[in-house]
């Protein structure tokens, strides 16, 4: 009987949470890295947007990947329990309001997501696909094979 009312109140306390949205990109600003959302459903009748949403790129240690949001992507919103650019103006340990969390304020853009109308590419088990919106891309398959596809390879050097 408690471990019911337990689960019942867990159960309650998680669906309130509100951690992962798709969203569709309305906005840019790359000087900035972020952008402008309107989230895929509606709460309570009404579409929300958000602004100036940080995009993460993918980004460890010595290299980053950076792809450029475009108006019209699907994009993956995730919120962070406390007040998230707080926590990126810099490296230092902040302290937070621990009253507010996971706060429309706190998003933060984390991946692209693909409608399941698009044409996914054919990436075999153990392969590696990047891809650009020209046909341009680089392909590694399992065996470690690479194949460049590009309209011209020049070479710049490093400065």
């Known amino acids: 009987m408690i471990a019911q009312a337990l689960t019942t109140l867990i159960d309650g306390k998680i669906a309130r949470l509100n951690t992962l949205d798709p969203a ?10 972020t952008v402008n959302v309107r989230l895929k459903h509606r709460r309570r009748g009404r579409e929300i947007t958000l602004s100036a949403v940080p995009v993460a790129p993918q980004r460890f240690g010595a290299g980053a990947l950076w792809i450029a949001p475009a108006v019209g992507d699907i994009v993956l919103v995730a ?11 810099n490296l230092d340990i902040v302290d937070v309001n621990e009253e507010i969390a996971f706060h429309l304020a706190h998003a933060l853009v984390i991946a692209g997501l693909v409608p399941r109308t698009a044409d996914v590419p054919a990436v075999p088990a153990g392969g590696i696909l990047l891809q650009h919106q020209s046909g341009a891309g680089i392909e590694i398959d399992a065996a470690g094979n690479m194949i460049l596809k590009a309209a011209h390879i020049s070479h710049r050097g490093i400065q």
Do not use: F, N, R
Request: net charge neutral.
């Open 24 to 33: 569709i990109v309305t906005g840019v600003d790359l000087d900035a890295w």
């Open 79 to 89: 919120y962070s329990h406390y007040d998230l650019k707080k926590q990126l103006k």
